[in-house]
């Protein structure tokens, strides 16, 4: 159900969800889910790390990846402000237990709306 979910930042195609009811996150089979939900799929770690360098992505968040991975956006301060952080790298994790909970990366291929 889409009313539950909320955006956490979109950027070119892929974007990260989490729930708001959950607060806890989605473990990888909800994950799956919800980005079907929304006509995508969850992204490969190519393709998060490429959103992350071409700097598309603001937050700072871990989430769950194509194949059962996570992948968490590392960023660094960039002013005097708490908000003034800028993605620079992604640290990927390739065998996390797949009931935690965790954010999802998704991703809307070419052609989809």
């Not at 909800?30 to 992204?43: F, I």
């Not at 998060?48 to 990846?65: I, Q």
């Not at 960023?75 to 402000?81: F, L, P, Q, Y």
Request: hydrophobic fraction near 40%; charged fraction near 25%.
């Amino acid at each position: 159900m889409m009313s539950d979910m909320s955006f956490l930042g979109v950027a070119g195609k892929v974007f990260a969800l989490g729930s708001k009811n959950n607060s806890q996150g989605l473990d990888l089979a909800e994950a799956e889910k919800a980005c079907v939900d929304l006509s995508a799929r969850l992204a490969t770690a190519e393709e998060l790390k490429r959103a992350v360098l071409d700097c598309s992505f603001a937050g700072c968040t871990m989430g769950w990846l194509a194949g059962g991975s996570t992948g968490t956006i590392i960023c660094r301060k960039t002013g005097s402000k708490q908000q003034s952080v800028k993605a620079i790298d992604v640290k990927i994790e390739t065998d996390p237990f797949v009931n935690d909970q965790y954010d999802a990366f998704c991703v809307k291929d070419e052609g989809q709306h």
